[in-house]
């Protein structure tokens, strides 16, 4: 349970910096810039969340699959 | 306890890189300014005074902040001790060889050696043409270098403290 949570604010923390970091970057006219921070962040919580899922499905088989 | 100071120091550290840059913005105007003013002092040396290139280069660059003073120094120096045949190769080395310590960048470099090329080697009114040339080219950096300055000190600040929030975050 711990893991978890820590994990959803870790990600909630990343969405807000990169927010951050977006709306300075744009402020200053460098949109190109701020469209690949938000892609990259985007894609570090996609491999979190993958992580993540990778886990609930590896339960869900250890549970329904009887290994 | 050690992830706590590991994070403090990584803040400080990404808290510092954006300072640095964003100083590095705001002593450029200041050192094409100076720079201006050296100049100015230059083409009174030279329509006045008539000074000799090396002592006016020396009396010039004694007046300057830290930077700067050694490019005019170096120059003077190198002019006295005749090892090299022309005033224009004293000045190319000797920007050369300050440039990196300066804040400032290639479109001044090239007004400076532009106007080395005519130093000491033709008649009063062409040298004080070329001194003016180099202050008008100067100008013109120091108004894009205010307006760069304007536009990215702050967004350095932030970027540096932001960038080190981010990595704490997801180091943690």
Redesign the interface.
Known sequence: MNIEVSAIFQIAGIGIIVAMIHTVLKQMGKEDMAHWVTVIGFVVVLFMVVRLLNDLFREIRAIFLFQ | MVKLAGALLIMAAGTLIGFAQAARYAARPRQIRELIHALKRLETEISYGQTPLPEALARVGAALADPLRHIFLRAAARLAERRETTAEACWTGAVEAVWPDTAMRAGEKEALLRLGASLGCSDRPDQLKHVRLAMVHLEAEEAAAREEQR??ER?CR??GV??A??VV??M?
């Open positions: 536009k990215y967004m932030s970027l932001l960038g929030a981010l975050i997801l943690v």
